[in-house]
Structure formats: structure tokens, C-alpha cells
């Protein structure tokens, strides 16, 4: 039986100053949710009615305070669910990859899911076993390699988003709370890099059934669908947003 909430539900979304947290962001808020922001900059500029809280998600502290602002907004009210988009796409071939290189992918993109993730979590396991739903950003290059734009970092740290996910739908699911992940697969977004060359171009499409680029809205969408109580028996679940570029 799904749970009875009343008023509008709570959303956080973090990297909600562009790209698909924009749009998550965006939609959530024409349907009627109440959202909150968590980002380091707005690249796209604001939603209306959506605050945006400063947040660097690889540092402990930093999003321990933006969760306390939040906090603040909501009067202590507890999120119903994170949809966290915040993350990084650089690519460099595995021999060019200094170690630096690969912490400042793996650290924002799966320690921060983890520590975003953990904050979320402390509060819906607060909110009297009402749960929630927690939703994180993977990518299709968590499961296929890419010899055009090579980044070992950016997959394993997908892969590593992916198997979190997994373990937070095991370790939470006695709380009431869900965890999946979304896959994008080539979006349209600032961080696409692949249009600026069109040779390359084309032969990214010419891999991609659908035929063009998704939409950061379309990748939305399926964000809120696994916030929302429309899932309420999915958990421990990627769906990937692709084009049906993972079965080609």
C-alpha cells in the first residue's frame, strides 16, 4: 500500500544550477513539489522559487551545513527524497591519468554520492518511518567504454555509483528507503563535449538508435518517477536514459 502524504512533498536536488539538476530542479517544481538546491555556482541561472544552497559535495562539512540550511527552510522538516546530480565529466587516456586526476573525478562524482546520499538518509530515518527515496546520477560509461573520449576515471567512478547504489537499497530498504540511479546516456547539457567536434559527432549518433541526443528534461523526468511514489516498489535499480545506446 503506498504511503499518504500530506502537502507538497520535499525535494532536494543537488548540481540544481545547471544541467539535468537544473531541470530536475525545474519540473519538480511545475508539479508541485517543493524543492531545494544544493550547488557550488549557477551556471544556467535560478529556478524561480527555488533556493540555492552552497555546497561543495566532496567535503564532509560543506554538506553537512547546506543539509542544516535546508534543515532551516523546512523548519527541520525532512526531504521525501534527493535526486543528486552534482558530478563531473572530464575525459584523458588511462596512460595520461595522474592520480590527481583520478581523485578529483572519484571524489566528486562517488564519495560525494555517498556523502550526499548519508545526509539525506539521516533525516528521512529521523521522520517518524516515513522514508524516502534516494536517486543517483550514473552514466551508460559505467558500462561500456568509450574509445573516442577515454576517462577510466569517469567510469570506475560511475561504476562505484552504480554499486553504491546497491548497497543503500540493501542497507536502507528496512527504513523505507529506496535507492536507485538514472543512466544518461549522451545528453544534451553543458558538460557534452562530443558536439563541439562534428566528426565526432557523427559517429555518436550513428551509435545511438534513438538517432539524436537526449534532453536533460527527459533525464528528469525519470529522476522525479523514481523520487515519486509512482516507484514505490523499485529499489537497488539503474534505468538507463540512453537512446538505447546500451543495447546497440
Known sequence: MNRVVSGPRRLVVTGAGSGIGRATAALATARGWTVAGLDLAEAEGPVPSVPLVPCDITDEDSV???FRQVDSLWDGQ?????????GV???KPATLTSAADWDAVVNLNARGSLLVAAAAAERMTASSGEGGSVVLLSSIAASRGDAGEPSAAYSASKG???ALTRQLAVEWGPYKIR??????GVID????TVSHNPEAFEQVLRRIPAGRLGTAEEVARVCLFLASEESAYVSGTVIAVDGGQGAS
Do not use: K, W
Not at 78 to 86: D, E, G, K, N, R
Not at 179 to 184: E, F, I, L, R, S
Open 160 to 162: 562505484a555509483v552504480e
Open 189 to 192: 547539457t553543458p558538460m557534452t
Open 179 to 184: 535507492c536507485n540511479a538514472v543512466a544518461p
Open 64 to 66: 553537512r551545513e547546506a
Open 78 to 86: 525532512a526531504p521525501h527524497a534527493l535526486v543528486h546530480c552534482a
Open 89 to 91: 565529466y572530464r575525459f
